[in-house]
């Protein structure tokens, strides 16, 4: 005879912080309700993970040195404690961001906690591992200062330009033909600012698909590593929605959505036990439309007011989808903050902290369907 088992269980990490967001410590199972699909779930597994206290982690044994052609699976982070990765998303921060990333890091580094261990990545046409798993912080610093920012080609800036240089961009063709041109040249300048437009959302999804496939990446690489992932992700922009432009004559001919591949990229990400930490590394925006002494048909009036709507529009899409990977991920993301560097630190604190609760569901029908826990 032929004999079949199967079992099921669902791992569920879970960070509880209080009004300041500062992890909350010694709670115990029997303080914590699990429901899936709205039905009580009983737990068998329940474990709290903290990190390390600079006491406790200079007690922690060293890498040991090895001969040539010799290797180890050592680790120095005891079971079921939490790694980061830190990403910067070149594909989407223009190059004076990128700088500012690369300054505040390093500000990062020397609040460190001894024994934290981080990987550095960094993402431009393809994804880059700098820096593999290491609590080396001196290692850590030279890979950082040796960064040098890269130009995101595909990259528009707020007011719809291209910005290859970093550096707020450069006037698009259909400003330069409307500050020269006639009456009579509407129509053309119309046409040109289809095109434009066009592109534009083009290349916006194009980035979009690009940093997804990165994400797949990263998941499938991180899925080996046993325990929680800490991803801290500094974004300049990344929009899953692109809304209709009133500033064209056909404007939804440039709506587009990768939310499918979205829902998919953040399923995957969860699966590997990575919660995400988005940080947008633009910090506090102001209003970055025309100012008062430019000229053109975005300096006043209705133009003025469509491009200031649509920036508007792009932030909130953009925030919106830091938003929703760190909600579908288990992390928390961090807009409108110029403290990048505090912002690193309290994610990995709080991804540091975390409860490990396990169960098996009592819908054991397996037809690949999502399911919602609380």
Known sequence: PTLKANAQLVVVDVTVTDSKQDPIHNLKAADFTLTENGSPQQLIGFE?????????????????????????????????????????????????????????????LKNTPVGTRIARFVLTKRLFMLQGFTSDLTLLKA?????????????????????????GGTP?????????????M????????????????????????????ALNQLAHYLSGIPGRKNLIWFSG?????????????HPFAVVA???????????????ARVAVYPIDARGLQTHQVAIANDSGPQSSG????????????????EHGAMLQMAADTGGHAFVDTNGLSDATIRAIDGGSNFY???????????????RKIQ
Not at 237 to 249: G, H, K, L, N
Not at 302 to 317: C, H, I, R, V, Y
């Open 48 to 108: 709290e993970h903290s990190a390390l206290s600079p006491a406790q982690a200079a007690k922690m044994p060293s890498m040991p040195t090895l001969p040539p052609g010799i290797f180890t699976n050592f680790t120095s982070i005891p079971p079921g404690g939490a790694v980061n990765v830190l990403l910067l998303d070149a594909l989407n921060t223009t190059m004076k961001d990128q700088s500012y990333v690369r300054d505040q890091l390093l500000e990062f």
């Open 356 to 370: 490990t609760l396990s169960y098996t569901p009592t819908d054991s029908r397996q037809n690949g369907a999502f």
């Open 257 to 271: 959505s990768a939310e499918e591949e979205f829902r998919e990229t953040a399923s995957l990400l969860a699966r």
């Open 302 to 317: 209705k133009g003025f007011t469509m491009a200031q709507d649509k920036l508007f529009q792009d932030n909130a899409s």
């Open 172 to 184: 698009v063709a259909s400003d330069v033909m409307s500050s020269i041109a006639g009456p009579d």
């Open 186 to 213: 509407i129509e053309l300048i119309s046409n040109v600012k289809q095109s434009e437009a066009m592109q534009a959302a083009t290349d916006t999804q194009n980035r979009a698909k690009q940093t997804l496939d």
């Open 237 to 249: 922009s990344f929009p899953i929605t692109i809304f209709p432009d009133q500033s064209v004559a």
């Open 143 to 167: 890979v950082v200062e040796r960064s040098i920012p890269g130009s995101p080609m595909l990259l528009t800036d707020s007011t719809g330009t291209h910005d290859s240089v970093g550096n």
